[in-house]
């Protein structure tokens, strides 16, 4: 027998290139309340979350400067600094 006739060729299947490979998705869309007390409390829900947010950021760049050893908020800890 000849050596090699049972050995057959490896096909080789290329992956085909998604179309929207590098194009970010829209996020999560509200639309506007049109009641009068609803786009209130909104507007009151964003301002607080917005809010919180800042203060915990803050008080994460405080204890990062205290430690020394993370310099990724450095900047943030400067901005809490400048606005107080």
Known sequence: ?????GLKKKTVIKAKPKGNA???RKGR??????KHNTAK???LTKKLTASVTTSLEQSMAAK???VGKL???KDAQNKG???A
Request: charged share 15%; hydrophobic share 50%; proline share 0%.
């Open 64 to 66: 990062a400067g205290a």
């Open 41 to 43: 409390q909104h507007q």
């Open 29 to 34: 869309v509200v639309k506007a309340s049109k």
């Open 71 to 73: 310099t990724i908020m």
């Open 81 to 83: 600094k400048e606005a």
């Open 1 to 5: 027998m000849v050596q090699g006739a």
């Open 22 to 24: 590098g194009v970010m």
